[in-house]
């Protein structure tokens, strides 16, 4: 393995970590405690998501990104997964996937 690439590597993935206040990016609703994991929300319930875990890009593709909506419809037990509603589709996540979702509920 090249040393340079692994260092690169190394870094990019440090850049995304959570810190103390358990923020994924600096400025993020969580540190003043208006974010929640996507598991957190009941079903029926709506947010906002705020911030999407840097190792979890393959939700971009499926409409889960920053700033859209997203409606939980379904949970199912067992940790089972989670159907969401996103824009004009709905997504099943597993559960490991919508605990790397950081968003901010709708009251």
């Known amino acids: 393995m090249n040393p340079k690439k692994h260092n690169q590597t190394a870094q990019s993935s440090t850049d ?3 810190d103390d206040a358990g923020c ?3 400025g993020c609703p969580r540190a003043r405690g208006e974010c929640k994991q996507l ?15 840097c ?4 939700l971009h593709s ?3 990104r920053p700033g859209k909506q997203i409606t939980v419809c379904t949970k199912h037990p067992f940790d089972g997964p ?3 509603s996103v824009g004009q589709s709905t997504v099943s996540l597993s559960r ?3 605990q790397n979702l950081d968003v901010v ?3």
């Open 62 to 64: 499926m409409g889960v």
């Open 16 to 18: 995304c970590a959570a």
């Open 55 to 58: 190792g979890r890009r393959n």
């Open 82 to 84: 989670i159907v969401v």
């Open 105 to 107: 509920a709708e009251s």
């Open 24 to 26: 994924r990016r600096q």
């Open 96 to 98: 490991s996937h919508a």
């Open 39 to 53: 598991t957190e929300l009941e079903c029926g319930e709506t947010g906002t998501i705020e911030c999407v875990e």
